[in-house]
């Protein structure tokens, strides 16, 4: 069974870190660009960064450039996000998603091919 497996979401406060990590299962990550999105409640889903399969080419929404990292990790076919100094508008549930395209594009709307159930990040006081 091909899937896409989120973890590392939950409560945080203001200014504080979380790491999600999006695990494949069934098939190798190698050759996919992988996409981290979220959506909070009443919104629109927006892509927030995204990484190549090959060159290491990334993408950041500019609301979370310079706090956000993603990386890959293919010896473990996991990608991560390291989401630092957090905001309480950064609430939202956070999907990772595989495309087979390889390669990523401005808000990341490459047509992605798995998508992960999503793992929800509460940042509040």
């Known amino acids: 069974q091909l899937q896409l497996v989120e973890s590392g979401g939950g409560l945080v406060q203001p200014g504080g870190s979380l790491r999600l990590s999006c695990a494949a299962s069934g098939f190798t990550l190698d050759y996919y660009a992988i996409g981290w999105f979220r959506q909070a409640p009443g919104k629109e889903r927006e892509g927030v960064s995204c990484i190549s399969s090959s060159d290491g080419s990334t993408y950041y929404a500019d609301s979370v450039k310079g706090r956000f990292t993603i990386s890959r990790d293919n010896a473990k076919n996991t990608v991560y996000l390291q989401m630092n100094s957090l905001k309480p508008e950064d609430t939202a549930v956070y999907y990772c998603?595989?495309?087979?395209?390889?390669?990523?594009?401005?808000?990341?709307?490459?047509?992605?091919?798995?998508w992960g159930q999503g793992t929800q990040v509460t940042v509040s006081s």
């Open positions: 998603a595989a495309t087979s395209l390889g390669f990523v594009q401005a808000m990341c709307v490459t047509p992605y091919d798995y």
